[in-house]
């Protein structure tokens, strides 16, 4: 059977896609393994789909790498997360130099533990020349958290009257989230079989196309990512105007 990769059209491919990777968990329980195991070997995957939209000349990546609600978790199982953050960072600097990838971050950073911050925003700042694929990793991140913390910055300025409340529009509601300066996602993927956003970027994808499989995350790869693009492709975006204006 052909591959995926074969059938995408270089013309036609999403500027910004947005993965929640789901399933580690559960992929390390069906192997008898504790949930740690899940989460190193998709740790993987983020490699592999990394390279993939790099060579695929995707702008844009954004990964749903650590919620605000993951807080909630056992304690061991968080301090292991971060462990493999830091140890992922150091050790993918060089890659991301190397394939002109760049980092940023979105999410309440500042809750981090320190070592975890310092190493995060060193990669970023040594990345920033960079001009390929942008990997945007969200972590300690909810959208709730992004609206409310943005909606505080703009009661702010209009308290201090930098700004009225009738000049007020999307515009200063999207300048004022994590992703100021990004573009929207055009295609959302969500592995392991759930068909919820998960207070995932509720704003930015409000017409996004979205994409959901069973794969567990750690065996989605280069040509499950593939596949997902190829399905994107077959949709018509309308951006609510109908097919006849779209050919007009």
């Given at each position: 059977?052909?591959?995926?990769?074969?059938?995408?059209?270089?013309?036609?491919?999403?500027?910004?896609?947005?993965?929640?990777?789901?399933?580690?968990?559960?992929?390390?329980?069906?192997?008898?393994?504790?949930?740690?195991?899940?989460?190193?070997?998709?740790?993987?995957?983020?490699?592999?789909?990394?390279?993939?939209?790099?060579?695929?000349?995707?702008?844009?990546?954004?990964?749903?790498?650590?919620?605000?609600?993951?807080?909630?978790?056992?304690?061991?199982?968080?301090?292991?997360?971060?462990?493999?953050?830091?140890?992922?960072?150091?050790?993918?600097?060089?890659?991301?130099?190397?394939?002109?990838?760049?980092?940023?971050?979105?999410?309440?950073i500042d809750k981090m533990p320190i070592e975890t911050q310092k190493r995060l925003r060193q990669c970023i700042d040594?990345?920033?020349?960079?001009?390929?694929?942008?990997?945007?990793?969200?972590?300690?991140?909810?959208?709730?958290?992004?609206?409310?913390?943005a909606m505080r910055k703009i009661a702010e300025k209009v308290k201090n009257g930098k700004i009225t409340p009738d000049?007020?529009?999307?515009?200063?509601?999207?300048?004022?989230?994590?992703?100021?300066?990004?573009?929207?996602?055009?295609?959302?993927?969500?592995?392991?079989?759930?068909?919820?956003?998960?207070?995932?970027?509720?704003?930015?994808?409000?017409?996004?196309?979205?994409?959901?499989?069973?794969?567990?995350?750690?065996?989605?790869?280069?040509?499950?990512?593939?596949?997902?693009?190829?399905?994107?492709?077959?949709?018509?975006r309308r951006f609510g105007k109908t097919s006849e204006q779209l050919n007009e």
């Amino acid at each position: 059977m052909p591959s995926y990769k074969e059938q995408i059209d270089k013309t036609k491919l999403p500027s910004h896609v947005a993965i929640i990777m789901d399933g580690n968990g559960r992929w390390a329980k069906e192997r008898g393994c504790d949930r740690i195991f899940g989460h190193q070997n998709g740790v993987v995957s983020v490699r592999k789909v990394t390279e993939a939209a790099t060579e695929l000349g995707i702008k844009y990546l954004t990964l749903y790498t650590f919620s605000t609600e993951n807080w909630n978790r056992p304690q061991e199982e968080i301090d292991a997360l971060m462990d493999l953050l830091v140890e992922n960072i150091k050790k993918e600097t060089p890659t991301f130099h190397k394939n002109n990838i760049r980092l940023l971050a979105i999410g309440n950073i500042d809750k981090m533990p320190i070592e975890t911050q310092k190493r995060l925003r060193q990669c970023i700042d040594e990345t920033s020349v960079n001009t390929g694929l942008t990997l945007i990793l969200a972590l300690s991140y909810s959208s709730r958290w992004e609206l409310t913390d943005a909606m505080r910055k703009i009661a702010e300025k209009v308290k201090n009257g930098k700004i009225t409340p009738d000049k007020i529009n999307e515009t200063t509601i999207n300048d004022h989230l994590n992703t100021a300066n990004i573009p929207n996602p055009d295609l959302m993927i969500r592995t392991s079989g759930e068909m919820r956003i998960s207070n995932f970027l509720l704003w930015q994808i409000a017409y996004t196309e979205l994409y959901f499989t069973p794969i567990h995350w750690p065996d989605f790869r280069e040509e499950e990512f593939y596949k997902a693009i190829v399905d994107y492709q077959q949709r018509e975006r309308r951006f609510g105007k109908t097919s006849e204006q779209l050919n007009e």
